[in-house]
Nanobody, 125 residues
């Protein structure tokens, strides 16, 4: 079973940056599809970004494309989410998730088997 721990959340002003990190244990991130999701208070959890093990090109939600970068570090067994030009609407609880490699349905919550506990990101205006 894959265990995931997120870190790096915090409070930042609009326009600022944060780097979230997800550390995996139980399997290598080079074998897994690794994703980031977020949940804004009162709303459903939504897709942010994901990366299959057979590619170096992440898939991003339109709302964050061009501002967030997902990267994988196999030596550390982590996946990072670098978030630039943050906006107040990015305020949410951010979750790391892991699933089997897939070609379709990679944005769906149900396609992920393991989840972290989440890390809070708050962007002030």
């Amino acid at each position: 079973q894959v265990h995931l721990i997120e870190s790096g959340g915090g409070l930042v002003q609009a326009g600022g940056s944060l780097r979230l990190s997800c550390t995996a244990s139980g399997d290598s991130v080079s074998n897994l599809r690794m994703g980031w999701f977020r949940q804004i208070r009162g709303k459903e959890r939504e897709f942010v970004a994901t990366l299959n093990p057979f590619t170096t090109s992440p898939d991003y939600a339109d709302s964050i494309k061009g501002r967030f970068i997902l990267s994988r570090d196999t030596a550390k067994n982590t996946v990072d989410l670098l978030m630039d030009n943050l906006k107040p609407e990015d305020t949410a609880l951010y979750y790391c998730a892991a699933g089997a490699p897939a070609f379709i349905g990679i944005r769906y919550l149900s396609s992920y088997d393991s989840w972290g506990q989440g890390t809070q990101v708050t962007v002030s205006s």
